[in-house]
């Protein structure tokens, strides 16, 4: 059971350090998609409450009218958002991605990045920026795969169709592979498929510091025969990965971005 908290925040537009981004929009706090690898859980350890990843969400009510205030004079890139999924489903219920959005400066470059089909409602509201970049995150499309580590957002496949009817739209698309589960995530059939609905595909490396535990939990259980493999992970693996993307972004003619930390090829402002 998600415990939802409404609150008022002091602010919810703040400088990124994110590669090529410049702002960072943050409504809401916590999030029910509750990805077993999570990057975005040490929020809990700045709760007084002692609610575990995936079972709080804060709502921040006055987003909407913060934003208005706080984006009137701001130029650059702004994302949304890095603690939480802009459309997971509590955004049925409070529109607040929608309603700041409907208030953002539309001077400035939105990008969105998701993993739920919801991100299709508010096709109109993107229409109000000339700049703005689409992203879903496709990390397997093996849907069995996907509910082990995903287990509340949208399906790979409902993903895949979202960024379909994006580009019939007319808007740039991105697709986010990251993380790669390694010897999980199927690079040749995400290319193949994913290609024909996107501009630009990015990678990124798995980063097993935030949830180690949870992740080894879930190889365990689920693919047992990973553990050790999951234990020898190597900056050679991941060489090999880049390479690999590489050779497929020339096969299928895609422009490519890695953001790999293992490489190196991760470079914070
Ligand atoms: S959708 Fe993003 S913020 Fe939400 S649990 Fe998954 S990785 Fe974390």
Known sequence: M???HEVRAKSVLHKTKIPGEDWVINHYSGCMHGCI???ARFVCRWRKQNEKWGEFVDVKINAPELIAKESKSKTGSVILCTSADPYQPIERKYQLTR???QNLNPKMK?????KSDLVLRDVDVFRRFKNCELGLTITTLDE???KVFEPFSSSSHARLEALKKLKQEGFYTYAFIGPILPYLTDL??????VSPFIDLFMFEDLNLTPAKKEIFEAIKKNFPGLEDKYRNLSKEFWL???KE???LGKDFNKPIKIYFKHTGSLKFR
């Open 2 to 4: 998600v415990k939802i």
């Open 37 to 39: 690898y999570c990057y």
């Open 99 to 101: 309603r700041v959005l």
């Open 110 to 114: 939105l990008g969105i990045l998701t």
């Open 144 to 146: 069995n795969i996907k």
């Open 188 to 193: 040749e059939e995400i290319f193949r498929e």
């Open 240 to 242: 090999k990965k880049e």
């Open 245 to 247: 993307i590489k050779g």
